[in-house]
């Protein structure tokens, strides 16, 4: 296939979306599929369409095709509920693999609802457990056989810095600590193996780079070995190994199965099941060099046009995820003038201006001709009028 | 408003729809609904919608909306995620009110998904908790100042029996035991008064008699003076008093926000949020005097006519939910043969076919063909024809 693929996504004209990091566009035929799941399926199946039309299977479904973007095999791999839910789900089901140690390391990078779900965690098992935060870069050497679960992003959602999830599990592998890989910013956006890794689990997000639409579910991974023996905290009747016995207690159903809660979005979910059609043919590892080739070209640009920004991504491409962030004093009104010009990044205090890179519906050109808009902005200081001062600062 | 108010709802022509307590049918101004969100919201205001289209208030605006069907004020209901997560944000938050007891109780006609999450969390937290089961009947005599939560489903979902909410939430507030009602099958169903009920807790879904479409959200409810201080264990970002700071420690939301997770299903939201539409101006009591005389005629009906049929729903319409069961020893069979002759109503093991009515979309009408319909099964012993038999009896 060659990329980009704009015309299978419907993308308001002159608009280049460099936000797709935080939601996806729309892919142009979600909406008929969604009515035909509305209209035929709910309204003309009503209860039968549990089973005439699949809802019932498709998390795990879904799960596949996420599985094969981020190297997981069949069956490996669940969709639901949220990302919170699911990262306390992979704590909860680590900690247990470990029951003798309290340390549940993280970094200063992670998004913070991976540590808020650590806390609540924490809170609830009531047991001395701590929840240990380092730099970035002291994760590695952090790692000693106190640490009772590994959890981190791969990819830092302000700074786009990545981690080395194959040195820093082995490293995990080597204590006995379990290791929990938050792929929000990495499924979809660049090359993830987990068989190679070989992580014990992984979580991840589907409406960034995987374009499921906003609020779309979440995915699971536990590694085959141990899924039938994962603990699941979060024990709802569609983890259930029967759950139309409507047995009194709970039994675990085999593999990843476990990791299903309630019962699933249904309508949510064939959004984002009509999504991943357009990654049907698609090479990661094509993605992932048009990305960089994006990244290095509006780095380059925006360094040579913009002397105001400072470019606070790693400059080497193998440590970038797939977006490019630079701090800037005014960076916040220059954001909103940026996007009042149709070019949509996004802010994240106290001064970082954030790119997304998506190969998929960006080319070259709307690359440059967003970086000549933002030098134009700084150039003119047009960031510097009233409309686009912050009304509300975040404290 | 006259009800019922058919002229709302898309229901296949031929269908007497009797599983609305399984899963609402499609209102019929949803579709369009839905389509706007994804072409107009998503597709052309993009990250933008979250403020522009008031995607963020989403989850407290739809509360508000259902906390009017159920007497709770403003600002006390949230929706998000499925019934299971809440059932465990609710039974965690109640445990630590009481922190120095242990058993929770519940009874055997409980929903199991409520069961298996009390057991995760009494796993979960390892503080030797027990989860205490007793017949329906039996719970109000043995709430003691040893419980330390009681869970408990307003309406059981397989005979319609139908707890005593006042009265039941008396003897818990005796005894200091914080009270959680599951309203699974009460809201949209049956006159609510949480105010009134003075319960701590209260938890529901959407998608049965509230028609918000499979996998439609959960809600919770707490009493307005206890949410400051109730305890979210699953402590998300969006329940955060400031998710947009990325704080590294979580410090909840005043009130009922701190019950938010993750990022809401905004999509699925939408087609609930153009459901709950359909209530507007819709007086609960006037549901309720509709939906009894529906469940009187169909006893009466079927009492007259299919002896084989034994009633195992209360015989007194005031502990009686929206529902109405009869054990059959080829209830399975039965049904579906009734399913293909269009009357749809559903199957729980070992023997029971339940019959779901709400008025919104049934006349008397209805119930008389239902009725004849299942009649005229029985006694030519339709249902017992080889492709009405179950290929895959539930172990």
């Known amino acids: 296939m060659t990329l980009p693929r704009k015309d299978l996504f419907d993308l308001p004209p002159g608009v280049i979306y460099l936000d797709g990091n935080s939601l996806g566009p729309l892919p142009r035929h979600v909406p008929d599929r969604v009515e035909q799941v509305l209209r035929q399926e709910w309204g003309q199946d009503l209860i039968r369409a549990w089973n005439t039309r699949g809802w019932m299977d498709q998390p795990a479904r879904l799960g596949d095709r996420i599985g094969r973007l981020i190297g997981a095999p069949a069956g490996s791999v669940m969709v639901g509920d949220t990302l919170s839910i699911k990262v306390f789900q992979a704590l909860s089901a680590a900690l247990a693999l470990c029951p003798g140690r309290r340390v549940i390391l993280s970094d200063t990078g992670n998004f913070p609802t991976d540590l ?109 070995d141990l899924a039938d023996h994962a603990s699941p905290a979060l024990s709802g009747w569609l983890g259930h190994d029967a759950p139309f016995a409507f047995a009194p207690d709970y039994r675990p159903a085999p593999g990843i199965a476990r990791m299903r809660v309630g019962t699933p979005p249904v309508v949510q979910m064939a959004a984002l099941e009509a999504a991943l059609e357009v990654w049907d043919g698609i090479d990661m590892a094509e993605i992932r060099a048009a990305s960089v080739a994006l990244c290095e070209r509006f780095i380059a640009r925006i360094e040579a046009t913009c002397p ?70 700084l150039d003119s200081r047009a960031w510097d009028r009233p409309e686009f001062r912050r009304a509300n600062p975040v404290t």
Chains 1, 2 share one sequence.
């Not at 679960?149 to 995990?172: F, K, M, N, Q, S």
Request: glycine content about 8%; charged content about 20%.
């Open 116 to 224: 808020y779900m650590a806390e609540g965690l924490i809170a609830l098992k009531d047991a001395g457990y701590e929840l240990r935060l380092v730099a970035p870069e002291a994760v590695a050497d952090t790692i000693d056989d106190t640490i009772a679960a590994v959890l981190l992003t791969e990819v830092d959602y302000r700074t786009g810095r990545r981690h080395d999830t194959a040195a820093i599990t082995a490293r995990a592998r080597a204590v006995g600590a379990p290791m929990i890989w938050d792929l929000a910013h990495s499924a979809g956006a660049i090359e993830v193996d987990l068989t190679d890794i070989a992580c014990e689990f992984a979580v991840g997000c589907t409406y960034k780079y995987l374009n499921g639409g906003p609020g779309a579910p979440a995915f699971i991974y536990i590694r085959p």
């Open 308 to 377: 105001g920004l400072r470019l606070i991504s790693p400059r080497e491409a193998a440590q970038r995820g797939s977006q490019v962030s630079f701090a800037f004093e005014h960076g916040y009104a220059a954001m909103q003038a940026l996007i009042a010009r149709g070019v949509i990044g996004d802010f994240r205090a106290p001064d970082v201006m954030r790119f997304g890179f998506t190969p998929l519906y960006l080319d070259a050109a709307d690359v440059d001709a967003a970086a000549d808009i933002l030098a134009g902005i």
